[in-house]
Each structure stands twice: as structure tokens, then as C-alpha cells.
């Protein structure tokens, strides 16, 4: 039992509550409705990465700043729903503010590769219409995200890379940062030396929206010392990310190899379609079931079309924050048993 999970860490947290290795909140109000019927639930649920880190390697300073900034993502995202806004723009803004933030692997915070270099992917998707977008192996976009989510609505491809894709972004008018930019402080060197083991950080959001739509994101900076401009999981639908109203959106974090070869995050969705399957059986059965029998470490998060949600791994934390409508609302880290 890790106790850090119990530890309210700051007043700004302190609505916050404990979450266990899987969580399924029902939302007390959901009619039934098509995506033009305003409903009253919505959901969210972020995480920002998975790995195997022990919990007596976390100072109880990292933990604070790891769930003041998950508290203040979920917090963007939150705000976007009750205000009657898009899954799409709380997922898209949510992410937004984790690619700012240093202390996670993706944007600024981003690995280096075998070169010394960050090389960034990402990747959302519409449940409401099945278009996706998609940017991989991009050096200079500050946003991914918000750069994905342009090749979605702003061309008829899927997914761009490398230099083509930070052209498109400019002519996108979307910034551009020098190089430089992922290269962040030594505060986060500091920070790299006593994590350096651990592979962690991807950012992921799920949302629902009062009209019933979903959308999910993700993005990263990708494995720690990779090369060959070798692409995980994070930027590919289906693997990474996945998302169709009828059933949920998906995000996922962990060995992406085995995320693409299992096709997790659309796995889940047939599971739920074809099955019949609840959200949080479809994610057990693949988290802890196939892709754990496989070899394959990580963890997914995913919001149904009812606004239940599901945070599991397979590892043992996973940095994760949730709010649903009229319910619980909270960050977490390690399992709770
Ligand atoms: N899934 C990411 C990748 O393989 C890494 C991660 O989630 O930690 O690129």
C-alpha cells in the first residue's frame, strides 16, 4: 500500500480525493441523447504517463509538483465542459497545458533522443465524426497537439511528420519554436538524474461533453534514448488513441511497440461494441489481460459515452486526474492496494 496516493499534498488539492488502480464513476444525470441533445454529464480524465516508479523514489516535493499540475490540467479541461464547451477543445486546451509544462514528457518537457535531440509526437481524434489527426517526429511545433488537431480539421490527411509537418504548421500560423525551446532548465535536469530510470510522462486526455460527444488526445515526446526516428504508439489511431461516441475514448501511455501491435485503444471500443463489454471490463481485459500476458507495461485512461471513466495500468503508477460531472474529482499516482 502506498500511502503518497492518500497524501492531500496542498490547499489547492484538498477537494481532491484518493483514486485506486481503477476507477468507474457513473454520473448521477445522464439521459439519453444523440450528440445534438444537450445532456448533463460530462467527463474528463488526463494522465500523464506510466512506468515503474517506486514510490520511495518519489520526494514528497516532485509528488506536489506532479499533482498541483495534474490538478490544474483537469482543472482547464473541467471548466471547458461545464461551460457547455467541446470534448474536443477540453482535450485539445487540457493537453495544451501538460506540453507547457516541464515536468512532463511531451512539449517542453519532452526526452531526449539517442541524439540529443526531442522529436515529438501526437495525436486526437472526434468521436462524434471519426476524423483523427495526427504529427509524429516533429522538431520545432511548440503544440503538437494543437498541431494534429489542424491536420484533422485543416487538410484531408491523417498524419504528418517530420519537416513536412512543421511546414504545414506554419502555414497553419501555429508556433514555431526554436529547437532550443525543448531543452529546459537544470532544475529539470535535476529532476532527470533522480527519474532517469523511469520511463514516464506521456500526456493523454479523454473527454465528454453535454452533447454526448467524445474525443480523446495524446502526446509525447516519445521513449527515452530512442533513434532512427522510430514513432510509438502515442500518434497513431487506433494504438495511442481512439475515440467513437457509440462507445469511448481512449488514451494510452507505456511501451508503445506493444500498443501498436495490440492495437489497444481501439481494442477496448470493439470490445465495448462488439462484446457488449463496459468500459472498465474492455480496459481490463486489455491492460491487465492480453497486453500484461504479452510483456507490454503501461496503462490507458478512457471516458464511455455515459461518462464513466477508467484509469488502469500495469505498471506501478501511473500520473492521472479526473472530474466528472456532479461527482468525484481528484489526482493520483500510485495504485491504492
Ligand atoms: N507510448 C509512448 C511511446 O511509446 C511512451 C509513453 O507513453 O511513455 O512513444
Same mark, same amino acid.
Given at each position: 500500500m502506498h500511502m503518497k496516493t492518500t497524501l492531500i499534498v496542498a490547499a489547492a488539492l484538498a477537494v481532491f480525493s484518493v483514486a485506486s488502480c481503477r476507477q468507474s464513476h457513473s454520473p448521477e444525470s445522464v439521459t439519453s441523447g444523440t450528440a445534438d441533445t444537450i445532456r448533463q454529464a460530462w467527463a474528463i480524465v488526463i494522465h500523464g504517463g506510466a512506468g515503474d !516508479? +517506486? +514510490?520511495?523514489? !518519489?520526494t514528497p516535493e516532485t509528488e506536489m509538483a506532479y499533482r498541483t499540475s495534474l490538478a490544474a490540467a483537469i482543472d482547464t479541461g473541467k471548466r471547458i465542459l461545464q461551460q457547455g464547451g467541446s470534448a474536443l477543445d477540453a482535450v485539445e486546451r487540457t493537453i495544451r497545458t501538460l506540453e507547457d509544462n516541464p515536468l512532463f514528457n511531451a512539449g517542453r518537457g519532452a526526452v531526449f533522443t539517442h541524439d540529443g535531440k526531442n522529436e515529438l509526437d501526437a495525436s486526437i481524434m472526434d468521436g462524434s465524426s471519426l476524423m483523427a489527426g495526427a504529427v509524429a517526429a516533429v522538431t520545432d511545433i511548440k503544440n503538437p497537439i494543437s498541431a494534429a488537431r489542424a491536420v484533422m480539421e485543416q487538410s484531408p490527411h491523417v498524419m504528418l511528420s517530420g519537416a513536412g509537418a512543421s511546414e504545414f504548421a506554419r502555414e497553419h500560423r501555429l508556433e514555431i519554436v526554436p529547437p532550443s525551446y525543448f531543452f529546459t532548465d537544470r532544475r529539470w535536469n535535476d529532476l532527470q538524474e533522480i527519474l532517469k530510470k523511469e520511463k514516464h510522462g506521456t500526456v493523454g486526455c479523454c473527454a465528454l461533453d453535454v452533447r454526448g460527444n467524445l474525443a480523446a488526445g495524446t502526446s509525447t515526446g516519445g521513449m527515452d534514448n530512442k533513434r532512427y526516428n522510430r514513432i510509438g504508439d502515442s500518434p497513431v489511431i487506433g494504438a495511442g488513441t481512439y475515440a467513437r461516441n457509440q462507445t469511448c475514448a481512449v488514451s494510452c501511455t507505456g511501451h508503445g511497440e506493444f500498443f501498436i501491435r495490440y492495437t489497444v485503444a481501439h481494442d477496448v471500443s470493439a470490445l465495448m461494441e462488439?462484446?457488449?463489454?463496459t468500459l472498465a471490463a474492455a480496459a481490463d481485459t486489455v491492460v491487465q489481460g492480453k497486453l500484461k500476458r504479452a510483456g507490454g507495461k503501461g496503462g490507458l485512461i478512457g471516458v464511455d459515452h455515459q461518462g464513466n471513466i477508467v484509469m488502469t495500468f500495469n505498471t506501478k503508477a501511473m500520473f492521472r486526474a479526473w472530474a466528472v460531472s456532479k461527482g468525484s474529482i481528484g489526482t493520483a499516482i500510485f495504485e491504492s492496494k
Open positions: !516508479l +517506486a +514510490a520511495e523514489n !518519489l462488439y462484446r457488449g463489454m
